[in-house]
């Protein structure tokens, strides 16, 4: 009950003339109180529809410069170094699909080794085509049991992963860092390769000094993977993409939603170019230096060279 009404319930009041007259001060106090109100919320709207019309602008004059921004990757002059055996990690999830979509466009990929626990519709269709050989694996600690379909593997696409939330931190770092590092350290002593390339999927805005857990883990696995390398007949590449769209086949609404909103600003890839531009890299393995790492744009720009190249 309101302090101050009278406990009857309003309906004894049908009768104006019966009701209690209430006196005028109270009516002026009412008739403030409503001014303030209207006046409160008309500055929100006023508020609000500056700020949305100072993002559209923003959002807008970013998507125009993208738009012209013509810069390319220069092509490729010399033999594009050999994709024809390579491995995948993580091909079940959204961007590990992609990149398996991309390989498997790729006349030049003559055998693709899949590692995963789950198999997917893509995994079947190109084990049916031939060029897939998927083996199920259930320990990333422990690679001793697919050493020979690696050993061959001319480059790995790493795409494991997960996300931090509601995970703690050690279940992140074993993830993201152990998981490949010792994928790394086993591959390098069985590999048949005179030189190999691992490409590892890390994350846009990471920092050592973040307060975010996954920023941090992000980092340790790249100076951990670097150092690993360094030295070896191994070249680690880092792609920090921001929003990665998926497959077509994959992709439900609200996916094909946030894809929508980022891509022309620059803050999204496909799923298969961040597979194009893996393989470009690997096409380009003579040129490329150990620790080379890809964001959001350079993702676009080596797909985009992937594209012409072998279109
Ligand atoms: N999605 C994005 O927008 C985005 C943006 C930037 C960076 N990234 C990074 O890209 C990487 C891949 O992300 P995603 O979106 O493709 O993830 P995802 O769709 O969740 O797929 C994750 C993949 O990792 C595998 N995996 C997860 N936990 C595993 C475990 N304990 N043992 C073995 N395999 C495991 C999954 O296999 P199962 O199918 O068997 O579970 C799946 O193949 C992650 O490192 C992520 O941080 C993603």
Request: hydrophobic share 45%.
């Amino acid at each position: 009950m309101l302090v101050g009404l009278p406990a009857t319930p309003p309906t004894q009041y049908a009768n104006k003339a019966a009701a209690p007259a209430a006196g005028p001060s109270r009516r002026l106090v009412d008739i403030g109180c409503y001014d303030l109100r209207t006046m409160t919320r008309s500055l929100l709207r006023r508020v609000l529809l500056i700020l949305l019309g100072l993002f559209a602008a923003f959002y807008g004059v970013l998507a125009l410069l993208l738009a012209l921004d013509d810069e390319a990757i220069e092509a490729l002059r010399v033999a594009p170094a050999p994709t024809d055996t390579i491995a995948i990690f993580g091909a079940s999830g959204t961007a590990g699909d992609g990149i398996l979509k991309a390989a498997l466009a790729d006349p030049r990929v003559r055998r693709i080794h899949v590692i995963t626990r789950r198999v997917t519709p893509r995994m079947e269709s190109g084990e049916a085509a031939g060029k897939v050989q998927v083996t199920r694996h259930m320990d990333y600690l422990d690679y001793a049991a697919i050493r020979e379909q690696v050993a061959e593997a001319d480059a790995v696409f790493w795409a494991i992963g997960i996300s931090s939330r509601g995970v703690d931190e050690e279940t992140y770092g074993r993830i993201h860092v152990d998981f490949p590092r010792q994928f790394v350290t086993q591959w390098l002593q069985v590999s048949r390769k005179p030189a190999v390339t691992f490409h590892y999927i890390s994350s846009s805005d990471i920092s050592e000094d973040s307060r975010m857990m996954w920023a941090r883990e992000k980092v340790r696995a790249e100076k951990t993977l670097f150092a690993l390398a360094e030295g070896s007949s191994l070249n680690v590449v880092f792609y920090r993409p921001d929003y990665i769209g998926p497959t077509r086949e994959e992709a439900h609404p609200g996916q094909r939603l946030l894809y929508g909103f980022f891509a022309p600003v620059g803050a999204a890839v496909k799923a298969v170019q961040i597979g194009q531009a893996m393989l470009e890299m690997t096409a380009r393995a003579d040129s490329i230096s150990h620790g080379d790492t890809l964001d959001t744009r350079d993702i676009l720009l080596y797909s985009d060279a992937y594209e012409r190249r072998t279109n």
